[in-house]
T-cell receptor, first 113, second 114 residues
Framework: GAVVSQHPSRVICKSGTSVKIECRSL??????MFWYRQFPKQSLMLMAT?????????EQGVEKDKFLINHASLTLSTLTVTSAHPEDSSFYICSAYGDTEAFFGQGTRLTVV | AQSVTQLDSQVPVFEEAPVELRCNYSSSVSVYLFWYVQYPNQGLQLLLK??????LVKGINGFEAEFNKSQTSFHLRKPSVHISDTAEYFC????????????FGQGTELSVKP
């Protein structure tokens, strides 16, 4: 099956700094990618839909100025958590939907200290 | 809009026993249905999916699920579980016209005990 690579797998940053997470589709072109957030022992909550060459579509309640999404090519989408605070600590997962199946990255564990 | 409800947050079971993880959905349009498994600090792995056709779907690792349109359910089953099946399981739905925007259930933690 298709592979989606997400990097980094773990990151620890200081409060107030920004962190960029990359999501790459390695063997297919993804015009649309999705970013999810997962709190411990909870489900995946869709944050935004990343569209190649256009602005991302954010779900209700997600701050677009805090979670910047860029989808500059058909194989790369990035999520930047700006001015991170401890409450942004979470597990972030990207996915790319190909035909009739979603392929997920390995996830990024963000810890803000 | 679609929604998914997983009826059990935790399911403890002994090794080699059968298990069923329940999932109900709601949608005003036709849907595709999925079951994913997640191991700690990892992404999601697809177990199986229902797109159309036969309502009994077989997946990896001996899992199967049955789509029941009248009951809007998509329960996951395995006749004999292993310790290695201990993980979090997510049911997900996407409207056939939603372009991949999966909506997930709350998850079911399957704990297999020796």
């Amino acid at each position: 099956g298709a592979v989606v690579s997400q990097h980094p797998s773990r990151v620890i940053c200081k409060s107030g700094t920004s962190v960029k997470i990359e999501c790459r589709s390695l063997d297919f072109q993804a015009t649309t990618m999705f970013w999810y957030r997962q709190f411990p022992k909870q489900s995946l909550m869709l944050m935004a839909t990343s569209n190649e060459g256009s602005k991302a579509t954010y779900e209700q309640g997600v701050e677009k100025d805090k979670f910047l999404i860029n989808h500059a090519s058909l194989t790369l989408s990035t999520l930047t958590v700006t001015s991170a605070h401890p409450e942004d600590s979470s597990f972030y997962i990207c996915s790319a939907y190909g035909d009739t199946e979603a392929f997920f990255g390995q996830g990024t564990r963000l810890t803000v200290v | 809009a679609q929604s998914v409800t997983q009826l059990d947050s935790q399911v403890p079971v002994f090794e080699e026993a059968p298990v069923e993880l329940r999932c109900n959905y709601s949608s005003s349009v036709s849907v595709y249905l999925f079951w994913y498994v997640q191991y700690p600090n990892q992404g999601l792995q697809l177990l199986l999916k229902y797109l159309s056709g036969s309502t009994l779907v077989k997946g990896i690792n001996g899992f199967e699920a049955e789509f029941n349109k009248s009951q809007t359910s998509f329960h996951l089953r395995k006749p004999s579980v292993h310790i290695s099946d201990t993980a979090e399981y997510f049911c997900a739905v996407v409207g056939s016209n939603q372009g991949g925007k999966l909506i997930f259930g709350q998850g079911t933690e399957l704990s297999v005990k020796p």
